[in-house]
Structures are given as C-alpha cells and as structure tokens.
C-alpha cells in the first residue's frame, strides 16, 4: 500500500459495487429500448449506449470491478418491468 493512501474499506467496494451495477442498468436498459424504440430516437439512444459503454468500463476499471459485466436479478427484473411496455 501507498503511504499515504488509505485501504479501501468494505463501504468503498459496496459503494463501487452499486455504481458499476447502476452504471450495466442504465447500459441495459438503452439497449432494450432502442431495440423497441421508433427510428426517430434510435440515433439518441445510440448515443447514450456509447457513453454508457464508456461510463462502465471507466468505473470497472476504478474499482476493479472489471469482471463484474452482469445485472443482479433486482437490476434485471426491474429493466424487464420497464420496457414490457
């Protein structure tokens, strides 16, 4: 450890935890919309799925959550909710 720098406690990696995971369920759900969404607001949702591609891998990368790629069932069932309209 770097002197100077503080250890991670267990309330970093929940917090980091719960960012990423956000961060997958806003990317999900972009997904899950454009592939429902009129033409019109295809090419927004594109790019929001790019930015969201990026706010994921930055985030993994800051907390080394680099192998957590999946929604929990929580985050799962209720992108499911929203978009079985």
């Not at 956000?22 to 972009?30: M, R, T, V």
Request: glycine share 4%; aromatic share 8%.
């Amino acid at each position: 450890m770097q002197r100077g720098v503080p250890a991670p406690s267990d309330h970093d990696a929940r917090l980091g935890r719960r960012l990423v995971l956000d961060e997958i369920f806003d990317l999900s759900l972009y997904r899950a919309l454009h592939a429902i969404a009129p033409a019109g607001l295809r090419s927004m949702l594109e790019a929001l799925i790019e930015a969201e591609t990026r706010h994921v891998a930055f985030w993994q990368r800051f907390f080394g959550l680099e192998h957590l790629t999946r929604l929990d069932v929580k985050r799962r069932l209720l992108a499911r909710i929203i978009t079985a309209c």
